[in-house]
């Protein structure tokens, strides 16, 4: 079994189309097992186009998408449906403020802890 391959992405800025357009070119030519990203979701506005497209899966991701909570603040439609245990969009997944989630890949085991506002990645071997 081959080591996972994972894409570790910040903020979309607010330009979420182009962040998957991006993600779409990049995973074509890498083929990533997943992708965790930090704060994609800040700087995104209630009434972006560009989410309400996301939401209604017009804008696709390619990958698996764990999300996890930086300093910047969540629109509301999304905590609407984090609060409702949902995932995002197809793929898109937030980890919330406490969660740990793990893979494992061949000889090595990756957990990922997201504490308060922290990303932490431990690599076991």
């Known amino acids: 079994m081959a080591p996972l391959k ?4 910040g903020s979309a800025k607010g330009a979420l189309g182009s ?3 991006k993600l779409t070119a990049m995973q074509a030519k890498h083929q990533f097992d997943l992708c965790l990203a930090l704060d994609l979701f800040s700087d995104v506005p209630n009434d972006s186009l560009e989410l309400a497209q ?3 899966g017009e804008i696709k991701s390619p ?3 764990y999300c996890a909570v930086g300093g910047g603040v969540l629109p509301a439609k999304v905590l609407e449906r984090v609060a409702r245990g949902e995932e995002v969009a197809d793929n898109v997944m937030m980890l919330g403020k406490q969660r ?3 893979w494992r890949s061949a000889c ?4 990922l802890h997201v504490l308060g506002h922290q990303l932490l990645l431990d690599w076991s071997r």
Do not use: G
């Open 19 to 21: 962040y998957f357009k």
């Open 63 to 65: 990958v698996q998408i």
């Open 54 to 56: 996301l939401l209604a």
């Open 6 to 9: 994972i894409l570790v992405t």
């Open 100 to 102: 740990s989630a793990c």
């Open 108 to 111: 090595e085991l990756i957990w």
